[in-house]
């Protein structure tokens, strides 16, 4: 059971927008920020978002991020079928020791 | 470019030991700390330990606790994580991984790139 939780999976067609929630408490998203990581298949994961929002250089601007209270979103807007991969939600956690915790993963599938 | 070269992986039986290097180039090793992160076969990403740039301040997850060490050599730009008294639970891809700041904290604990990750089999 991880800390954070993530849907298992969504879905969308091509071009379309897809949005994977990320929820948690006040000990980490609430009071940290979430960063988030995509796994394509067979291969590391990327950092994709961090500090809520912002992207690293080279990540295009299909891919955003947000955070409310302690639930943080990560939108893809037109989909491409290299957009399917697993995606990870991350952040800080204040009230455990082991301080950095991932959400369970959301495998995105583009139909 | 930042690479990050992890070997070291392999089959042990249980209860045995097994040390992951992780060769990193692109960046100054010794101004960032790095963390290992592991995940195992079918599920999702576990961290599991890190460590300040200088190699001063460790960290572990509790399921490591006590039976891995983190360490660092930052004249040779390689990371380590010796595994000892190896479960079966232990069994998954270990990816090495930087994080983007001098301190393993929640400012500096993002993990900014990853390396190709190695295979740690523990089975009898």
């Known amino acids: 059971q991880s800390v954070l939780t993530q849907p298992p999976s969504v879905s969308a067609a091509p071009g379309q927008k897809v949005t994977i929630s990320c929820s948690g408490s006040s000990s980490n998203i609430g009071n940290n920020y979430v960063s988030w990581y995509q796994q394509l298949p067979g291969t590391a994961p990327k950092l994709l978002i961090y500090?809520?929002?912002k992207r690293p250089s080279g990540i295009p601007d299909r891919f955003s991020g947000s955070k409310s209270g302690t639930s943080a979103t990560l939108g893809i807007t037109g989909l491409q079928t290299g957009d399917e991969a697993d995606y990870y939600c991350g952040t800080w956690d204040s009230s455990l020791s082991a301080n950095w915790v991932f959400g369970g993963g959301t495998k995105l599938t583009v139909l | 470019e930042v690479q990050l070269l992890e070997s070291g992986g392999g089959l042990v039986q249980p209860g045995g030991s097994l040390r992951l290097s992780c060769a990193a180039s692109g960046f100054t090793f010794s101004s960032y700390a790095m963390s290992w992160v592991r995940q195992a076969p079918g599920k999702g990403l576990e961290w599991v330990s890190a460590i300040s740039g200088s190699g001063g301040s460790t960290y572990y997850a509790d399921s490591v606790k006590g039976r891995f060490t983190i360490s660092r050599d930052n004249s040779k730009n390689t990371l380590y994580l010796q595994m000892n008294s190896l479960r079966a639970e232990d069994t998954a891809v270990y990816y090495c991984a930087k994080n983007s700041g001098y301190y393993y904290d929640s400012s500096g604990g993002i993990f900014d790139y990853w390396g190709q990750g190695t295979l740690v089999t523990v089975s009898s």
């Open positions: 500090d809520n929002n």
